[in-house]
Structure formats: C-alpha cells, structure tokens
C-alpha cells in the first residue's frame, strides 16, 4: 500500500504577501478557515475509511502553514494529536515558505509529530523568484533544506515551478540541479497555470509574459521525471490537480487534466524510439510488437494513443500487449519493410515513475 494524505487546506492567511501566480482560494477551491473541530471531523472520517492508516499522514496544505499565527498553528497540530501513533495516521505533513523555517519552529513541529516538511521553493534563480514576487532567496531555500534535515526526523519535500515569469530551459534545469543537490524525499513539479486575478494574469494579458510552448515545457517535465527516478526522488506529483474551477479561472499555462500521463507517456517514447533505433533506421521497420507489464499499457500507449499515433506518423505500426509478472519491458516481433522477421525479445528497463 503506498503513501497517502488526509488533506486539511489552510487558506492565503499564512502567507505574508501574495506571489505573482497566486490565488490561493482558486487553487484550494475553497475560502472556509479550518479550525480544530473541522481538523477532528475530518481525521475522525479518513480513520474509518483509509485501509493503511500507518502509511497515511494528516497534510496541511494550501498555505504557509508556519506563517500563520502561532496561537492558530498549534491549535491545528493540537487538534490531530489524538489521531497520531498507536495504529492511526503516521504522522503530519505540512507545507510552507522556506523563510518560515527556524530552530524554534522546527522544535514545534518535531514536538507536535510532524513527519514531513515541504518547502516551496518554485525556483532556484534569485532572477526569478524576484519577477515572481516570492519574496525569498534561493539561499533560504538551501538554508531551510538543510536545517531540516539536520534534525533528523524530518522528510524533506521540494516543490517546483515550471514555467514562470522570465524563467526558461536553461533555468529550469538549474533549478532542478540545485533542487536535487539538497536530496529531498519528495518533489512536487507544478506547471505553471496563469490564473484570472493574479499579477502573472495582468502581465500575460499586456503580453509582457510569454509563456514557453506546452510541448517543450511537457519536454521538460519528462525529463525531470527520469531524473528524480535514476537518483530515487519520489515525484508525488506533477501538474495540478483536475479542478472545474481552475479550469474556469484559467488564462493560459501549462495544465492538463492528466499531465503526468503526458509526460509518462513521452519517456515510454523515447524508450521505444531508442531500442528501434538500434534495429537499423526506423523508417525501414513496418510493424512492432512490444510486450509491456499489464498495468503500464496505457503509459506505452500514450494520452490518447499518442504514442501509437507518433510512429504511425512515422510509417511504423506498434502493437502494444501486456505481460504478467515482470517489470521488463520486450520489443517481441519487428517487420522490416522487406519483410524481414526479427524476434528478438530485447529487455529494456522498466520505467517506473511513481505515483
């Protein structure tokens, strides 16, 4: 059974001021302030209905949970310490701003059984944390990473944005190196979305913001899966979550329903394309078999067959079948243009990107 949240969303009252991409009560879909009641209300449900509470921590997200008054913050970790340890939840998740870390914070938190710490850092350039109205440095990121794991009892989580104002390849790729040089647990990737109400809005309907294009920031995304995956950082998640009203606020950006399926699905395509590719030129191969393990079947096909329907475009038929047991995936049959049979039932590795 993997990792999962019990959710309690704290909305912008946290923050100290207001990001340039920010509007936190579309993101969150909802402006109620929770308060010990709704906190025990809502443990009280999950207990009975999660079927591995000891994999499961109470989360505390949608804001800068260590910004928000002290007296309010200790009254949300109070209010869940009943549910905490003795075969309930695991422990608290809660996210926050990187220069809302401190000694006298974390010893709250590792008192109150917070097991996990995830920082927004967004970017790794001071350029564009600035554009962006952060409001912090890439030195207090790295300084709160590190003084997070020092403790040692900690989980540390990164989240990154992808896609900002004045931000590009080049930056974005920095930014995963340095986000990967502080070995965090987990990551969170989110796709920029420019959203009505916010300042990134104002500056993209002036057209001072031009976003980069879908594809390359899909691009981009796949590649930092296959990253975290080779160094064993857990993306827990990739793109936003499907939201009607996200979708209704939206003014442009990076958001797909199932963004993480798009980027999955490029990676099997370089995996196939790849070992294609060492049977000779791919526009001399007719037809393909490929075997995959049954539960990665849609990820080898692609969103909406998109994997199938780009070696079509290139004069290649794929089939693609499932496989019990092994995580290997098997080109099985290849026909040549000729008409030459190649059974070769090559092993490629198996590409596991998390959740």
């Not at 796949?222 to 064993?232: I, Q, R, V």
Request: net charge negative; with cysteine.
């Amino acid at each position: 059974m993997g990792h999962s949240n019990i959710s309690v969303f704290v909305p912008h009252i946290g923050c100290p001021h207001m990001c340039a991409f920010c509007n936190q009560r579309t993101i969150t879909g909802t402006e109620k302030i929770p308060h010990a009641d709704d906190v025990k209300r809502i443990c009280t449900q999950a207990m009975n209905e999660v079927k591995d509470v000891s994999q499961t921590e109470i989360a505390f997200f949608g804001g800068s949970f260590t910004a928000v008054p002290r007296e309010y913050m200790l009254e949300l970790l109070g209010a869940a310490q009943e549910f905490i340890g003795n075969d309930k939840f695991k422990g608290i998740r809660i996210s926050t701003r990187p220069d809302y870390i401190s000694t006298e914070i974390l010893d709250i938190l590792r008192d109150n059984h917070v097991t996990a710490i995830e920082l927004g850092a967004q970017s790794m350039s001071d350029v564009v944390l600035e554009a962006n109205e952060r409001g912090h440095t890439v030195q207090d990121v790295e300084n709160a990473a590190k003084l997070i794991k020092s403790y040692g009892c900690f989980d540390l989580g990164l989240q990154m944005m992808i896609g900002l104002y004045k931000s590009n390849r080049e930056t974005e790729l920095e930014t995963w190196s340095k986000i990967a040089a502080l070995s965090p647990k987990t990551v969170r990737i989110y796709p920029v979305v420019i959203l009505n109400g916010t300042r990134l809005g104002e500056l993209y309907k002036s057209g001072e913001y031009k976003p980069m294009d879908f594809d390359e920031v899909v691009k981009i995304c796949s590649y930092l899966l296959t990253e975290a995956d080779k160094l064993g950082i857990d993306v827990i998640k990739l793109g936003l979550h499907a939201s009607e009203v996200v979708e209704e606020q939206m003014l442009g950006g990076f958001y797909h329903p199932a963004f993480r399926e798009l980027c999955e699905g490029r990676n099997y395509r370089s995996l196939i394309a790849e070992e294609l590719g060492k049977h000779g030129n791919i526009s001399d191969i007719a037809s393909v078999v490929i075997s995959v393990p049954k539960r990665q079947i849609s990820k080898a096909i692609g969103q909406k067959k998109a994997n199938i329907e780009y070696f079509k475009d290139l004069g290649v038929n794929i089939k693609i079948v499932g496989h019990e047991g092994s995580d290997k995936i098997k080109i099985n049959e290849i026909i040549m243009r000729g008409g030459e049979k190649s059974v070769s039932y090559t092993h490629l590795r198996a590409h596991e990107t998390g959740r």
